[in-house]
């Protein structure tokens, strides 16, 4: 789908879009403190159309990809009703993304058949870093995540951000200026056990992939 160049697309409204699951599970207290200019709601399945992939790329390498491997991507979510959750931020002036992010819950067989859910793929685009629209993305998951009845929920980040955190927390302690913890810690997440990974040797794997 293409537009003739310089006409901006119009903002387009949930109910004519295909949505991954029910914009009610949104948190209403997370998106009213969005700015007027954004809306947050669940992926669309022409969301390919609207910068997804491009956002992404901002936290890892994105293939590009055709629509119907996007709509296939999609539909594979949705065959998996109440487990996969991402939802978007839409800038409505120009109608295209601006931050992504996703949950996804796990069901448990210990815990009192517990569920925890598990945030993904955090990504804000560069033009609007800064706007808390991270902080929103994470607060609306962990509560998709809580009022599903997860007893936790949890994520994985890079030593980046910890090595940053370190880093300002010495800065702070020798200047005595104000804590500037790293975003996580700023979004109610704490620090807890270790990460290990294996990788598999996928034949169809790109060689530029990086291991993240
Ligand atoms: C990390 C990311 C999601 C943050 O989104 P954002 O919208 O720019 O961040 P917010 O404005 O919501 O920040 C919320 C708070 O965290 C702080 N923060 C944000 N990024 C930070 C960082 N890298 N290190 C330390 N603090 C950070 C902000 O200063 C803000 O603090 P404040 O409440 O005291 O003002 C965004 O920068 C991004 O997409 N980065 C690239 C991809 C990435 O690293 N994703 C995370 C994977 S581990």
Known sequence: MSLPQNVMPSFTPDSELDLLFSPTLIPA??????GSDLHMRPLAKTDITRSHLSVLSVLTSTSTLSESQYFQAFESLRAC????????????????????GSVFLEQKFTRNLGKVGHIE???????????????????????ISENAGCYKTILNCSDANIRMCYLTVLWQ????WFLFAAFYQKCGFEKKENEMARYHNIADRPLHTPRL
């Open 173 to 176: 302690c020798t200047d005595g």
């Open 29 to 34: 207290n997370v998106k009213a403190q969005l």
């Open 121 to 143: 793929d955090i990504a804000v685009d560069k033009s609007t870093q800064g706007r808390k629209l991270g902080l929103r993305i994470i607060q609306a998951l962990s509560g």
């Open 81 to 100: 009703p109440n487990t996969y959750f991402t939802l978007v931020i839409v800038s409505r002036e120009t109608d295209q993304i601006v931050g992504v």
